[in-house]
């Protein structure tokens, strides 16, 4: 207990509480007064918990924004494709047999001409390249172009039926010696050979025909 005296007051300090007692000018006792004493720890948790429930509104007000503000994923887009239908491939047809009359490259594509009628099939160089003059053909067709004013039949296949006898297309096989290689050759196919095989044999340098 501690005491003190202020101006016709007694102040008493008690642990828990300040005790005021007033007296009158006499020295006679006018009133007594209690009052409860704070301490600073006590102020200093009550601080901490208002700052604590600061803190965490703030966080839960951060958390409700977040969820609010934040940019959701939205569900891939599906694109649905149809199939571009398939275009039908041009029927097939098969000539009679024909009689090879014209060859020739000057359109820029080997073109060949037969004796029974004036149409011109448009074929590849390989086919081409295997056909001579006067053979006896069959060719399978799936439709026709329209080039510098004339028509050519597409040809996709060739059956060659029998091939024309002469002496000059007649005299083979032929040697070749091109790039370091040897070559026989038929009059249709272009077939490697060793040296053993065409020694003896006349030998042209250069490329055999293209096959």
């Given at each position: 207990?501690?005491?003190?005296?202020?101006?016709?007051?007694?102040?008493?300090?008690?642990?828990?509480?300040?005790?005021?007692?007033?007296?009158?000018?006499?020295?006679?006792?006018?009133?007594i007064q209690i009052?409860?004493?704070?301490?600073?720890?006590?102020?200093?948790?009550?601080?901490?918990?208002?700052?604590?429930?600061?803190?965490?509104?703030?966080?839960?007000?951060?958390?409700?924004?977040?969820?609010?503000?934040?940019?959701?994923?939205?569900?891939?887009?599906?694109?649905?494709?149809?199939?571009?239908?398939?275009?039908?491939?041009?029927?097939?047809?098969?000539?009679?047999?024909?009689?090879?009359?014209?060859?020739?490259?000057?359109?820029?594509f080997p073109q060949?001409?037969?004796?029974?009628?004036?149409?011109?099939?448009?074929?590849?160089?390989?086919?081409?390249?295997?056909?001579?003059?006067?053979?006896?053909?069959?060719?399978?067709?799936?439709?026709?172009?329209?080039?510098?004013?004339?028509?050519?039949?597409?040809?996709?296949?060739?059956?060659?039926?029998?091939?024309?006898?002469?002496?000059?297309?007649?005299?083979?096989?032929?040697?070749?010696?091109?790039?370091?290689?040897?070559?026989?050759?038929?009059?249709?196919?272009?077939?490697?050979?060793?040296?053993?095989q065409i020694r003896?044999?006349?030998?042209?340098?250069?490329?055999?025909?293209?096959?």
């Amino acid at each position: 207990m501690h005491r003190r005296h202020e101006r016709g007051c007694e102040i008493i300090m008690k642990q828990n509480d300040q005790i005021v007692r007033t007296y009158d000018g006499e020295g006679n006792l006018k009133g007594i007064q209690i009052i409860p004493t704070r301490y600073p720890q006590t102020e200093m948790y009550r601080f901490a918990g208002i700052a604590a429930i600061i803190v965490i509104s703030i966080i839960a007000i951060m958390g409700v924004g977040a969820f609010l503000f934040a940019p959701h994923s939205t569900p891939p887009t599906v694109i649905v494709t149809t199939p571009a239908p398939t275009p039908t491939p041009a029927p097939l047809e098969t000539t009679n047999v024909l009689t090879v009359t014209l060859m020739t490259t000057s359109g820029g594509f080997p073109q060949i001409g037969v004796q029974e009628d004036d149409r011109c099939f448009w074929l590849s160089y390989n086919d081409y390249d295997n056909i001579r003059l006067g053979d006896r053909v069959r060719f399978t067709i799936n439709g026709k172009h329209n080039l510098y004013n004339n028509v050519q039949y597409n040809v996709v296949s060739v059956n060659i039926i029998s091939h024309r006898y002469d002496r000059y297309y007649n005299n083979y096989p032929r040697y070749y010696h091109y790039q370091g290689r040897y070559y026989q050759y038929d009059g249709h196919t272009v077939d490697p050979m060793t040296w053993k095989q065409i020694r003896g044999k006349e030998i042209i340098e250069g490329m055999p025909p293209y096959y």
